[in-house]
């Protein structure tokens, strides 16, 4: 039995495997400050509740569980790399990749890194794993990749992050349920998009047709090299036609030209290559009210921080998992995890019925349970 | 046995008295408008299940019933009218008002309305609800007149939206709670942004820390008289704040000053005697993602038609309850109200346990039903 921690078919449509693209390189100085971001966010996690602060302080203290990056040699990879290493992660210096880029030997995270391709994979796999037990994978490789990597971390026992769209993505799932594994299932790694998505599905289950009768604009600006419309627009405007405003896919403003998009948007120059904007416009039928909603991304740090969050959850998940002795010890850990991690994903400790969790304060109502499973992150 | 419907304390503020000063008169588009959105909210309302449709057409149908407005010579009161008699409800032509504007006579809706000083009022609001008895009745007086006016409508037991804002709130929600009616109370008239902040609300429950490290401006823009800060940007700054955003309220920009408004804010010309402008902008650290939320109001017509609403889930609310049979059917009955009415309400069927109304979608999980139920409208 395993829990696999996925995105919602419904929130991220297949066109979404386009969301990998829109990334562009960060700025060296995203990369200073992430380092002091990071300190940040683990000092809020260890403060959350006395309890928490008890038991899971070796865990906060002792983060520096082994990481292996599949893909290093793609954009996400190298960006997952260094923000894993800024957060003080020990980077396994394996990965696979294509037949092509197999032999390599890069320079990164202040290692040399091997790179392997598709074959002998079991084997390497299974070594690094029996020489890092605490070992969580990341995969950003391609979208052919998904169902075969899937199955090898499952078949090897590792937990893994799934960053790479595409795919089979219902055998990928199943594959995951299948296994004894724990996995973090996702196309959108950005994990504040995905509380404020997660924010927009809760508003439109609860308040279906709150908006009948509204006017909706929506722009969305990405790279010129981004032929189709945003994955994460489409989930949103899914939303707002809960919400009972009227709206085809069709009337999207999608702005690929860098002139609008620096004049007009406001994107800055040196992310015309790598962005992915957003603008949400209601209007009241009498046009005395409006609501504007924006998220807008440049670079890739933030997928990155969130594939680094994804995998603490993973490895934190692993220990307690290494302690749990009985179901009722399960349930009492799942409380102090969910406590812990809820700010970026849903629990499930394997062998404990969703509807029994009360404690998690995600579990809407039975029948909600295993879309919002499904839904956050 | 009682139901309240309130907004939460911790949501709105004693400050938020405020919120009803923000009116001003709505244009006359508006009201032409207002006619076809209603037209299209009932549509939406009765197409949304094949039973809903069966059982609750008839009300949809027979929508008028009778309303009086209290405080009618007051803007919100106007304007109450107005979108009342816009969606066919009867007026009653009497009104309680303040001892100088007694025995005025006022035209309003079409009809001669009586205005009533504090004396004899027991009397004429049980004439009145004897005459009319799906009487709901829409109070807009002043803060201190809250508790006597609601005293008066819960002994005569006449069901009432309570849109002043003031007076003493436990008093209030308790005059209701021990006595036999349904009422509506909130000092957040505007459904969709009660909807927004129930929606944040929830996001900061659900993902506490999500944006750690995330910087936060808050502008809101208020006619020059109004002198404090916005009820509904503290609310929703609360929500940042449990969303890891480190923000103090003394840092929100208030702007007041016309010229700024009409340069810079982008208030029409004919609003800036009434709006109520609101932008929140979180950055992330390294400054590579930022999101943007607005609400912007124009004049009164969202609170009026939020009060309308609210009155025709109390005159529905009544009408269910008239054909109550037992606990089995109440929560029949619930299920498809919910349904029909969720989109602006939170029901708690009389004599049923929250705990055990699996069925509504809102009662995340046992301890946060009481604070939902606060929370939303």
Same mark, same amino acid.
């Given at each position: 039995m395993a829990t696999v921690f996925r995105a919602t078919a419904s929130l991220f449509?297949?066109?979404?495997?386009?969301?990998?693209?829109?990334h562009s390189s960060s700025s060296r100085r995203s990369v200073c400050c992430r380092r002091r971001r990071f300190g940040i966010r683990l000092r809020a996690m260890a403060a959350q509740s006395a309890i928490v602060e008890e038991e899971e302080k070796p865990l906060v203290r002792n983060l520096a569980f082994p990481i292996m990056v599949n893909g290093c040699t793609g954009k996400m990879g190298k960006a997952v790399i260094e923000a894993a290493t800024s957060a003080g992660l020990q980077l396994v210096p394996v990965s696979f990749s294509s037949e092509e880029d197999a032999g390599q030997v890069v320079q990164l995270g202040g290692k040399d890194i091997h790179v392997h391709g598709p074959s002998g994979r079991e084997d390497i796999l299974a070594s690094v794993f029996h020489e890092n037990p605490d070992l969580i994978v990341v995969d950003y490789t391609v979208p052919s990749a998904v169902n075969d990597n899937a199955e090898l971390y499952s078949k090897v026992g590792v937990p893994f992050v799934m960053g790479?769209?595409?795919?089979?993505r219902e055998r990928l799932y199943k594959t995951v349920e299948d296994s004894k594994i724990y996995a973090v299932i996702s196309p959108q790694m950005g994990k504040q998009v995905v509380a404020f998505l997660a924010a927009m599905e809760i508003m439109a289950e609860q308040f279906? %047709?709150?908006?009948?009768g509204y006017s909706l604009e929506v722009m969305e600006s990405h790279?010129?090299?981004?032929?189709?419309?945003?994955g994460t627009a489409k989930a949103v405007i899914s939303c707002f036609q809960k919400l009972g405003v009227s709206f085809d896919i069709d009337q999207v403003q999608l702005i690929r030209d860098p002139k609008l998009q620096l004049e007009?948007?406001?994107?800055?120059e040196e992310h015309l290559a790598g962005h992915a904007f957003h603008m949400y416009h209601l209007t009241s039928p009498d046009k005395t009210v409006s609501f504007e909603f924006q998220h807008n991304v440049c670079g890739r740090s933030i997928y990155a921080e969130g594939t680094v969050d994804a995998a603490i959850f993973l490895a934190s998940k692993v220990r307690f998992e290494g302690r749990q002795e009985n179901l009722q010890h399960d349930r009492r850990l799942a409380r102090r995890q969910h406590a812990m991690m809820r700010s970026s994903i849903v629990l499930v400790p394997h %062998?404990?019925?969703?509807?029994?969790?009360?404690?998690?304060?995600?579990?809407?109502c039975k029948s909600n349970i295993e879309a919002l499973v499904d839904e956050i992150l």
């Open positions: 449509s297949p066109q979404q495997q386009n969301l990998k693209l829109i790479t769209t595409g795919g089979d279906p %047709g709150a908006f009948s790279q010129a090299s981004k032929l189709d419309t945003s007009m948007v406001g994107v800055p %062998g404990v019925n969703p509807e029994e969790l009360e404690c998690l304060n995600w579990s809407h």
